[in-house]
């Protein structure tokens, strides 16, 4: 606790007042965003040391606790290969987590001043795109034509609206873009007369569903979702979230969420268009 203590003190004097903010937006907001990225970075340097002692020092004392009798419900869980990949995953998250509450709430106040200081250009942008796009029709989008109509997804944009943007911690965020996704992947496997190309199995939906499909569905829940800033957020998960739990099949979910996001952001409304134009330029295979 004093070591935390310590760091979140360092952090906090260190925190440039309104004036520096300006000086520094004065050679550029590019400089302006790079000193807030060096920022982050140390913040994320000592997340992951935390998380890396106590997972070192306290894995046989985990081990130890799922032994008591309370646990046995879920103890076969935790057997065979795939047993332990899920215990892995599950105390790596549970650490996360409890390290954020400690470490990264204390910080958030001083993370938000950079974060909305130095991406808030980015942030007007995307949300004056986000409002006007909002007045087109679903099928604008590129999304299929659903028996109960734009309602259908209307789901998985209220994950993204309750859960991402009013959660506080940067791993619940994540775990709720995760959740979106998996939401729009169910809705799909639901209506597969609607959707075609889709696998039976639930763990491979996504990448059956493919981009060309789930990315338009994905913009349209963003866009009704509202979410307040954006671009600010993917520079927060992007900077702070775990980088062993961003990959794989996280880190897709989480890079179509950002290739969403700067879609949106560049999106020319200018255009005469009666449909959203393909982006799959943009690499998703996370980290």
């Not at 203590?5 to 300006?22: A, G, H, I, N, T």
């Not at 509450?101 to 942008?125: C, F, K, Q, T």
């Not at 940067?170 to 799909?188: G, H």
């Not at 059956?208 to 866009?223: E, S």
Request: proline fraction near 3%.
């Amino acid at each position: 606790t004093l070591v935390i203590d310590d760091f979140v003190e360092v952090m906090r004097q260190k925190c440039p007042s309104l004036q520096d903010l300006e000086t520094i937006e004065s050679h550029g907001v590019a400089n302006l965003q790079q000193v807030a990225l060096n920022d982050l970075a140390t913040v994320e340097k000592f997340l992951d040391f935390l998380q890396s002692a106590i997972l070192d020092g306290c894995m046989d004392d985990f081990r130890s606790i799922t032994q008591h009798e309370n646990f046995s419900p879920i103890r076969n869980s935790f057997q065979g290969k795939k047993g332990e990949i899920f215990w892995n995953e599950l105390v790596r998250e549970a650490v996360r987590e409890q390290v954020e509450i400690e470490a990264y709430v204390p910080l958030r106040s001083v993370v938000s001043r950079w974060l909305v200081n130095g991406w808030r250009h980015e942030d007007m942008e995307a949300h004056f795109k986000i409002n006007e796009l909002a007045k087109r029709p679903a099928y604008f989008f590129g999304v299929p034509s659903m028996p109960n109509g734009s309602e259908t997804w209307l789901s998985a944009a209220k994950i993204l609206k309750e859960n991402v943007e009013r959660s506080t911690l940067p791993c619940a965020k994540l775990r709720a873009i995760v959740q979106a996704a998996r939401e729009i992947a169910r809705i799909c496997s639901e209506h597969k007369e609607v959707v075609s190309d889709l696998s039976d199995s639930p763990r491979q939906e996504l990448r059956q569903l493919g981009a060309d499909q789930f990315l338009p569905i994905l913009i349209y829940c963003v866009v009704v979702a509202n979410i307040e800033r954006p671009c600010a957020l993917c520079v927060l998960l992007r900077a702070l979230c775990d980088k062993v739990t961003r990959i794989g099949e996280i880190g897709y979910y989480f890079a179509s969420f950002e290739a969403t996001v700067v879609h949106v952001r560049d999106f020319d409304l200018s255009e005469q268009t009666e449909h959203m134009r393909s982006f799959l330029s943009v690499n998703l295979d996370g980290d």
